[in-house]
């Protein structure tokens, strides 16, 4: 059984910090995490941060200079900092990653179970 695992959500005051983590575990070869998403009441589910293709990385311009999305591929797990957080920050937060359980098996995706973030003002 694979799956991903986010923790670190939680409640915090405008322009605090905190940081996601995302691990995958089960069985695993190979893994790309893709990056984290994040749905607020009301909203349809946005892209926060993303690896791209040729491993930089991408941002919502409503959180660029905020956030900052890294990897331990090791520990097979991707994190999200997220600091001088909004009440407009508030919302579930998804990890999103693509893995192959066996060398010869095909890709697949998985989520998160998400992990809540609460901004007051």
């Known amino acids: 059984q694979v799956q991903l695992v986010e923790s670190g959500g939680g409640f915090v005051q405008a322009g605090g910090s905190l940081r996601l983590s995302c691990a995958a575990s089960?069985?695993?070869?190979?893994?790309?995490?893709l990056g984290w998403y994040r749905k607020a009441p009301g909203n349809q589910r946005e892209l926060v941060a993303s690896?791209?293709?040729?491993?930089?990385?991408n941002y919502a311009d409503s959180v660029k200079g905020r956030f900052t999305i890294s990897r331990d591929n090791a520990k097979t797990t991707v994190y999200l900092q997220m600091n001088s957080l909004k009440p407009e920050d508030t919302a579930v937060y998804y990890c999103?990653?693509?893995?192959?359980?066996?060398?010869?098996?095909?890709?697949?995706?998985?989520w998160g179970q998400g992990t809540q973030v609460t901004v007051s003002s």
């Open positions: 690896f791209t293709s040729d491993d930089s990385t």
């Open positions: 089960g069985s695993i070869f190979s893994w790309i995490p």
């Open positions: 999103n990653a693509q893995i192959r359980r066996r060398q010869w098996s095909g890709w697949n995706n998985y």
